[in-house]
């Protein structure tokens, strides 16, 4: 306890500070066109283009943005993930890259077993965070990746070199699920970590989140790794009040069957600290869900170009606020209005006008868009459910845990999960 006091003294040190950050009052979202700027003149082959930018809730606020990945690697995510997950950026398995020996036998884990690394829970975990990198802009967003399990392990401070946190997050697998879980001491370090305290440089003026994934409960430092106490409950939702004190919502993300019937630290960690908890069945499905979460407060984007009448054929919003999108045009003159709606419904427009002529060159920005909504595509599609389907499910599996008793799970058998 006279190190959690430690930590505890010197986050009050920042405390003042970082509330009067976080205290900024609500306002209508802030729309910035990033790309064309108004008056271009653009000639290419293609009868679309390319417009992109940020949007955020608060016109006070930075656009800088600071995501800490929080991991789970106990020994319940060796368990299968309920579909096969692509191959992206995995090496194959004749590259001679060493997967995790796993054996599920006399774990008392429940559940179908594991069969194949790849497919595992913490595969779609890191799955899932990779597809996140792909969306957010390096430039003013920075990332760190930290797992817990027995302990918590900083593996990466934050960062804007997106390849080292795919680095890191290639490691992760390749360690493989072992041990308990204990989110205490992951919530803590992320805390830490975020508010400049630990590894990472101090950045006072970015939104602070952290991203939460999980298949199941704490059942550490008290429940040894076997079972999930009330004490070890308390310990983590007091952490989760701790992050939400300093301006730090942490988003949960729930997955598997395990996670959603016992979701009393989970739904409170969500709460305590402001974030959202997003419980998914089937872990499989996180890597639609995970981009769904908008850090900076603004939860829908739509691009218009208002002399077709028409609404833009791809848009992609991040979680970081940045859009892209694919707009069809029309030669000569075109109004291009992008509309943004904040999470409390409050809603801003943004026009700018560009003079498009049929031409020989092709956009590269546009080209490099398309191809990569393309793959992010392709990904979902693997899973067999639309992201649509997969959206629905998550409101009804927070419905389902919303009215769930808040009983204990019983001890578990076998090795610390």
Not at 76 to 84: I, K, P, Q, V
């Amino acid at each position: 306890m006279n190190l959690f006091r430690f930590w505890l003294a010197s986050f009050c040190l920042f405390l003042f500070t970082l509330v009067i950050f976080d205290g900024v009052g609500s306002a209508e979202p802030k729309v910035q066109i990033l790309s064309p700027k108004d008056g271009s003149r653009i000639s290419q082959d293609q009868k679309a283009i390319f417009v992109s930018g940020k949007v955020a809730r608060d016109a006070g606020r930075s656009v800088n943005v600071d995501i800490f990945l929080v991991i789970d690697i106990s020994g319940s995510t060796a368990l299968y993930a309920g579909a096969d997950l692509p191959d992206t950026d995995q090496p194959p398995e004749s590259s001679g890259f060493p997967m995790p020996q796993i054996s599920i036998g006399g774990m008392g884990l429940g559940g179908p077993a594991m069969r194949n690394p790849r497919n595992s829970v913490l595969a779609a975990e890191v799955a899932a965070a990779r597809r996140l990198l792909l969306q957010l802009n390096r430039d003013s967003t920075r990332v760190g990746v930290l797992t817990f399990s027995e302990k918590a392990n900083l593996l990466q401070p934050l960062t804007h070199d997106f390849e080292q946190v795919r680095r890191v997050l290639t490691q992760v697998l390749r360690a493989g699920p072992y041990g308990g879980t204990n989110m205490v001491e992951g919530i803590r370090m992320g805390i830490t970590e975020l508010m400049g305290l630990g590894t990472s440089e101090k950045r006072t003026d970015a939104i602070k989140v952290q991203f939460l994934l999980t298949d199941g409960f704490p059942s550490l430092p008290i429940g040894e790794g076997k079972r999930m106490t009330p004490e070890d409950v308390a310990l983590t939702i007091n952490s989760a009040r701790l992050s939400g004190k300093a301006g730090i919502k942490i988003h949960v993300f729930a997955l598997g069957e395990e996670a959603l019937s016992y979701p009393r630290a989970a739904m409170g960690i969500a709460k305590e600290s402001g974030g959202t908890y997003t419980p998914v069945m089937r872990p499989a499905d996180a890597l639609a869900v995970l981009e769904n979460i908008s850090v900076v407060g603004v939860d829908y984007v739509q691009v218009v170009n208002q002399t077709l009448g028409q609404k833009a054929t791809q848009l992609r919003l991040a979680a970081d606020g940045f859009f892209s999108s694919a707009v069809p045009v029309t030669e000569g003159r075109n109004q291009i209005d992008v509309l943004a709606r904040a999470s409390d419904g409050t809603n801003s427009r943004e026009s700018i006008t560009i003079y498009y002529q049929s031409g020989t060159q092709k956009s590269l920005d546009l080209e490099v868009f398309l191809e990569k909504e393309k793959n992010l595509q392709l990904e979902v599609d693997r899973l067999g459910k639309s992201p649509a389907d997969i959206q629905r499910e998550v409101e009804r599996n927070r419905q389902d845990t919303l009215g769930r008793p808040q009983q204990l799970p019983p001890p578990t058998d076998g090795p610390p999960r």
